[in-house]
C-alpha cells in the first residue's frame, strides 16, 4: 500500500503563488514539508499528483490499490489510523471539508476520484487543512510542535557546549550534529527549538519557541526570532522575524521586521525591509486571491508577505499589509508596491514592466550558483509555463498590445 496525495484543482489555485512551482504537499509547514510529515507519520511510500506543467517534477504514478489523499490535509495519528482502517471502496469524509482520503479500487485518474461516489465514513475527529495561503503561518507554531515529536522521539539532542549561551526549557531543544552556537539566548518554555544539522547561530541572536531551522541555516548576529516562525534548509535570517515560514534557500539576513508571513524559495529580502502585519485600523486584512481573482478577507487582523520562488526586493522596501508577490518578480523603488505584484513584475511603486523569461533565467541560476546549484532545463520549463499562466494579471503588457 502507498499513499498518494493529490492537489485538487481549487485548491491548488487557492495556494498560489506558492504551487505555481510545486506540489501542495511541497509546501513547508512546521519543521517538515506536508509530504514529509505523511511519510515520516506512516512509514509507507509517499507519491504527488498535482498539476501536468509540474509533471517533470512529480513523474505519473499507478494510482490503483492506493490510499488517495488530499494533499492539503495537515496530518496525525487520529486521521492516518482512520485512513489506515478504511477498506478498498470507502473515502474518509468531514462537514464543511469533503473528502478527506479514499482507498481507491477504480480504474480513475487521482484527481477525477475525489469527484466519484464512495461508500462514506465521516471523521469526527479535529482537521487542520491549508485551504487558503494564510493557513500556512497561521498553523505553523502547531505544526511546529507535532513535527518536533516525531523528529526527535526516542533520540538524544546534540550538546550546547557554549558557556555563554542561555536556554529556558533546555529538555524542549534539540540540536542535530554540526550546530554552532555563540553567546546566544534560546527559551523554548512555550514550544520546541529545533536546529538542522551544522545550523549556525550568531552572537547576540534570541530565540523563542515554537521554532525551527533546516540542515546548514544561519541565524545571524542580533536576530530577533519570535515564536511560530520555521526556515527550511540553507536560509539565513537576520533582524526581527515574528510567526513566519521560509520555504528554504532564502535569505532574510538584514534587519528588517517579517511577520505573520510566507516566502518561498530563492528568494532573497534586501537590507531594512520591512512587512506591515496588521492595518492601522485594526480591520480584517484582505488578500488576494487566483480562484475569485480579487482580494478576499482572511478573517484575521495579521497578514504580511506572501512571496512566491524566486522573488526579490531591494532594500528598504515596504510591503503593506496582506502583499501577494508572486514567482520571480523583482521590486524595488521608495513607496508602497501594490498589494498585488503578478509574477515576473520587475519595478515597483514608480510603476512595472515584465521581467523578461531569459533574465528571469539568469537571475536564479546566479542565485542557485552561490548554493552549488543550477537551474536545471525541467526548473526553465516550469518557470516557462509560470511566466504563460500569469501572463493575465500584467495588465501592461495588454495596454502595450491595445496602444
Sequence with gaps: MKIVLVDKPNSWLNLLPFTYTRSISDIRCGILTIAEKWAKISGLEVYKVSESHLATKYPQVDTSNSLLI????????????SILNLKPGECLAKKDIGVIAINNDKNLSA??????????????????????????????GNEIIKDYRLITQGRKSAEIADPYTIVYGKTQVFLEE???IKAAILN???????????????????????????DNGVI????????????????????????AVLFGYTNKAHDGFLGNSVIGEWCNIGADTNTSN??????????????????????????GLMMGDHAKC??????NTGSVVGVAANIFGSGFPRNFVPSFSWGGPGGLKTFQIDKGFEVANAMMERRGLS????????LTNVFERSAKYRIWEKQALKA
Design 70 to 81: 488530499d494533499s492539503c490535509i495537515l496530518p496525525d495519528s487520529d486521521v492516518l489510523e
Design 111 to 140: 484527481r477525477d476520484c475525489f469527484d466519484s461516489a464512495w461508500s462514506e465514513i465521516e471523521y469526527i475527529g479535529v482537521i487542520n487543512k491549508l485551504e487558503f495561503l494564510w493557513n500556512i503561518f497561521q498553523f505553523n
Design 178 to 180: 554540526g550546530v554552532s
Design 188 to 214: 523554548a518554555e512555550d514550544g520546541p527549538i529545533y536546529l538542522g544539522k551544522n545550523v549556525q547561530v550568531q552572537e547576540g541572536a534570541v530565540i523563542q519557541g515554537p521554532f525551527a531551522m533546516g
Design 220 to 243: 545571524n548576529i542580533g536576530a530577533k526570532i519570535r515564536k511560530g516562525t520555521s526556515a527550511g534548509p540553507h536560509c539565513k535570517i537576520g533582524g526581527e522575524v515574528n510567526n
Design 278 to 303: 496588521l492595518k492601522n485600523n485594526y480591520s480584517e486584512v484582505k488578500v488576494w486571491n487566483y480562484v475569485n481573482e480579487r482580494f478576499i478577507g482572511t478573517g484575521s487582523q495579521f497578514c
Design 314 to 319: 531591494a532594500i528598504n522596501t515596504m510591503f
Design 375 to 382: 537551474l536545471t532545463e525541467a526548473d526553465k520549463e516550469i
